[in-house]
């Protein structure tokens, strides 16, 4: 149960290389990430042990898996062997460890990266386990958990918003108002500069680069639409569009207005500033809340949803990505391993999950919601209020192009945000490398 660093943490972007010649991650780029390596397995394999893949290495997810694992040990009989990775360096691995020997369940995202998986055959359907656990979940939960083919291949854990955090205090002190329109979001950020704080906080270094991806997806969603959103993500529009050029063009207006320094400083390096008070906002998701300790400092965090830029699409689009777990495509023990994963898809293993982790929001229909903080309270009312849910643009997307291609492209451009034409042009050529009509 080893992680093996070939390269240092910032020699390459997150995420997986393109697929080549029908294979996944086996480039000499994919090759040179750290490497995702199973808890044992093979012939043999002891069928009272079901080994888990886990991304949830931070101590706050890391201590509710345990207790989850712990709740399902008592409750089968079954021991669970916990093969723990950082959260980037699980993604980078990630085409590696599936097509080895990988644990028999492992976490992952819902939707487009699911799908991408389960249509390399890289995992293994779960309509049985679904027979069972069905009934708790929405419509859209049960859309987001089916592969292409329309079988299951996903078991969902909980979802959490992104949106416009701030601290409540710092706003009452300085008079601040909360914005809805994208003249008024601008006009504060501007004020925020002028009373000495960084108005935007921001962190992309090293791995952290997908931290922006979330600003962009808001500017496309709220300016173009849920459904150019989508089409853009599929690969189904091109990127030097008129409608593209207009994200950059907003992108532009609050890029002076962002953290000093954001290339070198990590996502939890941002959120601290905005804790602490020297940062005004921060664009970013529920996770910020695995940084507080301090309860009285927790209700004094607050979100608005990503301002209104055309009334025409209004807010009516959330990005609340969906985390939970698969199966792999030769799980050692197949049996202990779907037990494992109806337990996870129950409403009690959330609620103990969500007794640990305050940071996301159940997704199951009967998981008690009583013991939520305001944040977990709005968050939820949130998404259920949305029209569309988006995931993320590096989960609606082939991860490749994005992590290649997108990521490397934006956060270049973010330390010289002028004219982006070139830019578009750039991304535009690699488009079909990725995409295939």
């Not at 931070?58 to 089968?76: E, N």
């Not at 300085?174 to 809805?180: A, Q, S």
């Not at 953290?259 to 905005?274: E, Y």
Request: charge should be neutral; hydrophobic fraction near 35%.
């Amino acid at each position: 149960m080893t992680l093996q660093s070939r390269t240092s943490p910032t020699a390459s972007q997150p995420g997986r290389r393109r697929v080549v010649g029908g294979m996944l991650g086996l480039g000499a780029a994919a090759l040179a990430a750290p490497l995702l390596t199973a808890c044992g397995g093979g012939a043999g394999a002891d069928p009272k042990t079901v080994t888990f893949g886990s991304n949830g290495a931070d101590a706050t997810p890391k201590s509710a898996y345990a207790a989850v694992t712990k709740a399902f040990t008592k409750d089968s009989g079954l021991t669970v062997k916990t093969n723990t990775v950082d959260h980037d360096s699980f993604q980078k691995s990630i085409s590696t460890y599936l097509q080895g020997t990988p644990d028999d369940v492992f976490t992952w995202f819902a939707g487009y990266r699911m799908q991408y998986f389960a249509k390399k055959g890289l995992a293994t359907p779960l309509d049985d386990v679904w027979e069972k656990i069905g009934d708790g979940f929405s419509d859209a939960t049960k859309q987001l958990s089916r592969g292409e083919d329309g079988k299951y291949y996903f078991v969902p854990l909980y979802n959490y918003p992104w949106a416009v955090f701030y601290r409540k205090s710092l706003f009452q002190e300085r008079g601040y108002t909360v914005p809805r329109t994208w003249s008024e979001f601008t006009a504060l950020a501007k004020r925020m500069k002028k009373d000495g704080l960084s108005p935007i906080a921001s962190g992309y270094g090293g791995g952290d680069a997908w931290s922006i991806l979330g600003a962009f997806d808001y500017l496309d969603l709220r300016a173009n639409g849920y459904d150019f959103h989508m089409q853009l993500m599929r690969g189904e529009v091109a990127w030097t569009d008129r409608r593209t050029v207009a994200i950059f063009d907003l992108w532009r207006e609050i890029a002076p207005y962002y953290q000093q320094g954001a290339a070198g400083r990590s996502w939890q390096d941002a959120a601290q500033s905005l804790l602490d008070k020297k940062s005004g906002m921060a664009v970013i998701g529920l996770f910020v809340g695995q940084q507080i300790s301090d309860e009285k400092l927790r209700d004094d965090i607050d979100f608005f949803p990503f301002p209104e830029i055309d009334p025409a699409q209004g807010q009516d689009a959330v990005e609340a990505p969906t985390d939970g777990f698969m199966l792999s495509r030769k799980p050692k023990n197949e049996a202990g391993a779907k037990k494992l994963l109806e337990f996870l898809g129950s409403a009690g293993a959330e609620n103990l999950y969500m007794g640990v982790d305050p940071s996301n929001v159940a997704v199951h229909a009967k998981a008690d919601t009583g013991s939520y903080n305001p944040l977990q309270k709005k968050s939820a009312e949130l998404i259920a209020s949305a029209k569309h849910i988006t995931q993320f643009a590096d989960r609606d997307s082939d991860p490749g192009f994005v992590s290649t291609v997108v990521l490397p492209g934006l956060t270049q451009w973010l330390g010289h945000p002028d004219d982006a034409s070139s830019l578009l042009k750039q991304i535009e050529s690699q488009r079909s490398r990725f995409f295939t009509a």
